[in-house]
């Protein structure tokens, strides 16, 4: 399974320098991945819920 930072790379959600500082700052504060790239201002609430739908939708084992 691709994890979820891949995955927003892979769809030009974020870039992967964008993904290293999320880690970093996800390290330091504890945050989950997708709050620390709000916060950072690298995506939007609304585009980040939209990438963990389509993640969910393409790799989720519940179907």
């Not at 870039?15 to 201002?41: A, D, H, P, V």
């Not at 939007?44 to 790799?59: G, H, N, P, T, V």
Request: hydrophobic content about 35%; aromatic content about 10%; overall charge neutral.
């Amino acid at each position: 399974m691709v994890r979820i930072g891949e995955y927003l790379i892979n769809e030009n959600y974020i870039s992967g320098e964008q993904l290293q500082e999320g880690l970093s700052r996800q390290k330091e504060t504890g945050e989950l991945i997708g709050l620390s790239l709000i916060k950072l201002g690298f995506i939007s609430e609304e585009k980040i819920k939209e990438a963990l739908l389509d993640y969910r939708r393409k790799y989720s084992t519940f179907k």
